[in-house]
């Protein structure tokens, strides 16, 4: 009998089911939200509402794209946090629901360790033990993989993450929701060294952001009294200024963990790893340093069911389960 895993994700704005076969992923359908653009941000009771409307509909599509039913699934996997607690409480309910009718069993999965174990995905896998850095909206973390059931983070941000970096600079330039690929694509038209931020002095492998975002803000406002056109005038060259600014920031934490740990195989994951410019700078780092890079395909770098799947089929062959009491958590602070 096969192994078919149902991986659910609704930690945030995106509805997404997935379907792993003896860990060969063979759908992974995402539904996102657009009812969020408006606000700037993602309003939490909006989000669950669409995870509720979307839930059903997602996994029907992803079981027809895999060719199989209801009664074929193995086990199924859902994100149990962290994130928008009415969010994950959608995913959370359906995945206890459906496990109980069709009798089988519950996955519990960790959303930031998902994000990390999407590399296993596809080939090439990184080989344990490895570091990564998983950067998204709500995270910013180095962590030492040992194996798919032991991490431990080494360092991580005590403010802003790098993706909040991002959509907050935006948002400054007046760009849209979330600026994270806004400023990738202004920044591509641009030229990084025309504008420099303040860099954080924090000690160790931990990260900071709100100090680089200070300095941004109150670089624009000083620009702006002098000249009411100056963001729209030089959009690339502050999107690429930006960028370069805050990779600069992970890849010299990445860097110094890499020197402290000895470990030189190295992997970035979550939204942030989508963005051109840290995928560029962490290859050249990798090659300058003798790294072995594993930069994730674009599809499993934001938030999808396929990571979800991938940990649930790690967790299945470890007889890792939950029971139907298991309840959704905002915050988890290990991994
Ligand atoms: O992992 P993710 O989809 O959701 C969370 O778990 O938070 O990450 C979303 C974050 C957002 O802050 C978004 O702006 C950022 O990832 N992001 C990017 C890019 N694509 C997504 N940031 C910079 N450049 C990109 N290309
Ligand atoms: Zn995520």
């Known amino acids: 009998m096969p192994v078919t895993i149902l991986g659910i994700e609704s930690s945030c704005d995106e509805t997404s089911a997935a ?28 989000a669950s509402r669409a995870h509720q409307a ?15 039913t209801l009664r074929d699934i193995s086990a199924i996997a859902f994100t149990q946090g962290p994130g928008l607690l009415g ?21 519990a999965v960790h959303h930031m360790q998902a994000h990390i174990l999407a590399h296993f995905i596809e080939e090439p896998r990184p080989a344990f033990p490895f570091l990564c850095l998983t950067v ?29 970096a991002f959509d907050k600079c935006a948002k400054m330039l007046g760009l849209p929701y979330p600026g994270g690929p806004f400023i990738d694509s202004n920044a591509q038209l641009g030229d990084a060294t025309k504008f420099q931020f303040g860099e954080p002095k924090i000690p160790g492998l931990d990260f900071s952001f709100s100090g680089f975002k200070t300095s941004v803000l109150y670089f624009l406002q000083a620009e702006m009294r002098k000249d009411p ?13 930006i960028q370069h600014g805050i990779v600069e920031i992970l890849l010299r934490k990445l860097k110094r963990a890499s020197q402290e740990t000895g470990i030189k195989t ?6 942030v790893s989508a963005n051109s410019g840290l995928r560029k700078q ?24 396929a990571m979800i799947a991938m940990t649930g089929h790690f967790k299945y062959a470890a007889g890792d389960f939950v029971d139907l009491s298991v309840v959704p958590l905002a915050r988890i602070p290990e991994l």
């Open 229 to 241: 056109t100056f963001i729209e005038r030089n959009v690339h060259d502050l999107s690429a200024a």
């Open 54 to 68: 979307n839930i059903v509909p997602v996994v029907e599509v992803a079981l027809k794209k895999a060719g199989i």
């Open 19 to 46: 379907i792993m076969v003896d860990g060969v992923l063979r759908a992974n359908v995402i539904a996102g939200q657009a009812v969020h653009e408006q606000y700037g941000g993602v309003v939490p009771e909006l």
């Open 266 to 271: 190295i992997a970035i994951a979550g939204g």
């Open 136 to 164: 998204s909206g709500g995270h910013t973390q180095i962590v030492q993989v040992k194996s798919p059931s032991d991490m431990h983070i080494l360092g991580q941000t005590i403010d802003d993450a790098a993706g909040e």
């Open 87 to 107: 969010a994950l409480m959608v995913g959370t309910a359906y995945a206890k629901g459906l496990s109980l009718a069709l009798g089988v069993p519950l996955i």
């Open 282 to 305: 962490l290859q050249a780092l990798g090659e300058k340093q003798g790294w072995s890079v594993h930069i994730p395909d674009f599809s499993y770098c934001t938030d999808n069911a």
